[in-house]
Every structure is written in C-alpha cells, then in structure tokens.
C-alpha cells in the first residue's frame, strides 16, 4: 500500500437468502463496478482479508459467508438442500438483496463450481468470470477431510472428531503451496468457525454434494462471459491440468498460472489481484 493511502472502509450486513441469514462484507464504493468474491469449502469472507482493499481501489466488492460457513445462517441439512444449484440461488438472492445489479463474479474451488452455475443459469447477471482453482471436474477424495467421506462413520468423525490439529494438517497439506505463507491465526479462525455442530452437519452435506460436478461440467458450454482461469501450479488439491482442461473447454476463456497452491489469492495476493483486475477492467 502506497503511503498515505488508507484501507477500504467495511461494512457487514446480513441479508435473506433462500430463508437464510447471509452474511455479506462489502469494501469499496458503491458508485462503482460491482465484484463479488465466493469462497471455496471450510473457509468464508475471512480468506479474502489480503485482498479485499486491493479490489476495492477500483471494484465495490461483495464477500457473502455462503450459506452453512463463516458467520451466515447453518440450517439443518433436513431444511435446506445444500446443493451447488442451491447455494448458486442464495447468491442470486445476496445481488437482489444489495441491489447492485450486474456484477463480475470472482470464485475459488467450491465458489467457483457456483459461479460457473452462475454464469450458465443467470447470465444476466455476470458480467466477467474469474475462476480461480475451480471444483468443476470429478475431485479426488482427498478433497474432504481425511475418513470423512465414508459412509456412516464419516460423518461421525467429521462431525464429532475433527480437530483443530487435522485442520491445520489438511491447510498445511493441500490447501497452500510449499512457499505459502499464511497466518494461523486465519487457518484458526477457519477453524473456529467450523467447530459448532451446525457448521459441521452443514459443511458435512455441503462436501458429500461436491462429489457431483457432472452438471458443472454440462454447463461450461453454455457460459458466453468472458472468464479468466487463475491456477496454482503447485495446487495439491486439484492439479492444474484441471485449469488447462478449464480453460481450453471455456469460448474464449484466458489462463494464468501463478506460482502458488491451491489458494493464489492467499499465497500471491499481489499478484493475483494484479492479473484478475487487469482482467476485469478488460485490460488483457
């Protein structure tokens, strides 16, 4: 940050979604083009904190907490069907909510996966796609918590037995690259924010549906935004001949490859906020 420039001022509402409570941080002014960053799994507006002022020099940025994370509403799995479609729908709700009309969407992993739904089912409302470490193709298992996608005893140990020490691990492991350097004071707050039974039974139903990308995949032909993939080459999590596939199988879709894992915005932030707003402002 140059001298004398300050930090984007915040603002935090809660807004109905689908009948849920959703959290929505929002940096910039009003006046001028709208971004809205989604979040991938197990994390919320929190793993935006690095870039957040950068976007908000020339975006009004929305960070919604997606409906079962972060500080957003945990209905009971029984109550609200959390599927990529529906979580798709309750950002639908968070724009008609904040009124701010077309917006350029900005999506990591699971939020990319509903971003991509975004583009495809409402066009009208994106205008310029960044897909940053996309869920878009079959994930492997160790997507999910270690034991936690099996049947039965999965969910009781998601649910019940999950430590802070294995979410450190499963960070450490596959969520950064090896140069990554990111505060524990944030893998913690994650954490933290994930520890009340709501927000496991919630997160629990939310990873046994990102399982299912087929209809993901269906919907890439039908995405005519403009859309930038943003990888890490590095990413141990999903590999980056998924960004490649990406990319090639998007009309026209640009790709950019950062010296990262599976978080860029975390472990670059510089550097991704450079390219994605270049990107945005149509000047690549």
């Known amino acids: 940050m140059a001298v004398g420039d300050q930090p984007s001022l915040q603002s935090v509402r809660d807004v109905n979604a689908r009948g849920v409570r959703t959290r929505a941080v929002t940096a910039g002014n009003p006046k001028k083009p709208v971004l809205l960053l989604l979040h991938d799994f197990l994390v919320s507006h929190i793993t935006w904190e690095d870039v957040m002022d950068k976007f908000a020099e020339n975006f009004f940025v929305v960070a919604p907490d997606l409906p079962g994370f972060g500080e957003s509403e945990k209905p009971n799995p029984a109550r609200y069907a959390y599927t990529i479609e529906s979580l798709a729908e309750a950002v639908v709700d968070v724009i008609a909510a904040l009124n701010v009309g077309r917006a350029s969407i900005v999506g990591h992993g699971l939020g990319a996966a509903i971003a991509i739904t975004l583009a495809a089912e409402h066009a009208e409302l994106v205008q310029r ?155 690549r």
């Open 129 to 283: 796609l960044v897909l940053e470490d996309a869920l878009c193709y079959p994930p492997p298992r160790k997507i999910s918590p270690q034991f936690a996608h099996f049947p039965v005893l999965g969910g009781i140990f998601f649910k019940q037995f999950y430590s802070r020490s294995m979410f450190r691990s499963y960070c450490e492991r596959l969520m950064l690259g090896p140069k990554a350097v990111v505060p524990l004071s944030r893998i913690d707050t994650h954490y933290d924010l994930l520890s009340t039974p709501n927000a496991r039974e919630s997160a629990h139903a939310v990873m046994n549906a990102m399982f299912e990308t087929r209809p993901v995949v269906a919907r890439l032909g039908r995405i005519q935004t403009p859309a930038l993939v943003v990888w890490g080459h590095d990413d141990r999590l999903l590999p980056v001949s998924h960004g490649q596939r990406l990319a090639h199988e998007m009309t026209g879709a640009k790709l950019q490859i950062l010296d990262a894992g599976h978080t860029p915005h975390e472990e670059v932030p510089d550097l991704f906020a450079q390219h994605t707003t270049q990107f945005l402002l149509g000047k």
